[in-house]
């Protein structure tokens, strides 16, 4: 459990009170106003996804800064790798267009296709990867809010397509970016602990004689070197091979890798049927993984206007594993229903309000160990207020 800090060390800000101001006159309402001057504290609970980029450039310094003053007690660093093979933040080994300034820096020319603008039927488009730049030629660029205008005609068109309901506010001076090395050790000193994810990577590997076995080694070394406890580190991967890797050479992290649940994209899959988990949620116990984190929808279902336990997640509680997931507040408002992370749930969601809903479902009726937050605020709070670990 990460250090607990005192209400003078955490601030969540206006956005907790406002979404329970939104909620219906009920039992949750209530209980959550009653917390207002609860004593907040830091939990494994809240886990900043990236930090915080509902408003601040994702996998920057600045992000991770706000996540922990919000209380997140788990911070991630997704991870791949540059061209000289160190590792980096980022969520996807292609997406420097889209969450950094490259294509409007001298480094555009290392893009794999270069910048292109919107014509006709045809949506503007690039892609330009880490594993195309050096190390020092990463630490040039600076981070911004994950966005791009595919009508565009111009570079800076482009670049400026963030969400209305997010804001460029926090990226215009600042988005510094960061080495996994690095994101230990600003981690550490914010006194949280650490969910690093192995990210696929876009070019064929081995890459350069980097194999993925290498790749997965080198991430846990990285902690090894710094003195960070196993404990303290909960790595994952969409790869379960990755996660098995672990498991097998590195046991003592291997306790606690996750394992990122995506069958969502296989076709034959289906949450409220367990015949279709391959592998089953035993299997996957009996191979030594402990940790299984999908996506909020596979976990719940509804029985009339009520959130409830889907199938998915009565066979993996009954199987023994810890539940985590993921990602609450990257839907954006919630009166369209809440899209792809409230699909299986819908017809109950239609305020912002419904983020508390959806927080206290599955903490009740699922028993999450923890969730992804674009907004650790929002959760440190319910944790706070229901005394959460």
Request: charged fraction near 25%.
């Amino acid at each position: 459990m990460a250090t607990l800090a005192s209400a003078s060390d955490i601030h969540v800000g206006p956005r907790p009170l406002y979404l329970v101001d939104r909620m219906p006159e009920g039992e949750l309402k209530q209980q959550l106003a009653a917390c207002a001057t609860t004593p907040l504290k830091r939990t494994d609970f809240s886990i900043g996804h990236r930090g915080a980029p509902l408003q601040f450039p994702e996998h920057t310094v600045e992000s991770n800064r706000a996540a922990a003053r919000m209380g997140a007690g788990i911070l991630e660093c997704d991870v791949t790798f540059t061209k000289d093979k160190e590792l980096v933040c980022r969520h996807a080994q292609n997406d420097l267009h889209t969450t950094t300034n490259i294509l409007a820096s001298p480094l555009a020319d290392t893009c794999i296709a270069p910048f292109a603008p919107a014509s006709g039927d045809q949506n503007a488009k690039a892609e330009c990867r880490t594993s195309e730049i050096t190390l020092a030629e990463f630490r040039t660029l600076r981070g911004k809010m994950d966005a791009a205008d595919k009508s565009a005609t111009t570079v800076e068109a482009y670049m400026d397509g963030t969400a209305n309901w997010r804001t460029d506010l926090y990226s215009v001076e600042d988005g510094t970016l960061m080495t996994h090395a690095e994101s230990i050790e600003l981690f550490k000193s914010l006194g949280a602990k650490f969910t690093p994810e192995l990210k696929s990577p876009s070019v064929e590997m081995p890459f350069d004689g980097f194999t993925q076995e290498m790749y997965a080694q080198k991430l846990i070394d990285e902690y090894k070197a710094a003195g960070i406890p196993a404990s303290d580190v909960f790595a994952q991967s969409f790869n379960l091979d990755d996660v098995l890797y672990w498991i097998k050479n590195e046991p003592e992290f291997g306790k606690q890798a996750v394992f990122l649940d995506g069958r969502y994209n296989v076709e034959t899959f289906d949450h409220m049927d367990p015949a279709t988990f391959e592998p089953s949620m035993q299997e996957l116990k009996d191979m030594g993984v402990n940790y299984i984190a999908p996506p909020m929808w596979m976990l719940v279902t509804t029985e009339g206007d009520k959130i409830v336990a889907s199938p998915y997640t009565k066979a993996a509680k009954d199987a023994g594993l810890k539940i985590v997931t993921w990602t609450l507040e990257r839907s954006g408002p919630l009166t369209n229903g809440g899209g792809w992370y409230f699909q299986s749930v819908k017809e109950t969601i239609d305020t912002d309000a419904d983020y508390f809903t959806m927080l206290h479902a599955l903490h009740e009726e699922v028993g999450i160990e923890g969730i992804f937050s674009d907004w650790p605020a929002t959760v440190t709070y319910y944790a706070s207020c229901m005394n959460l670990n």
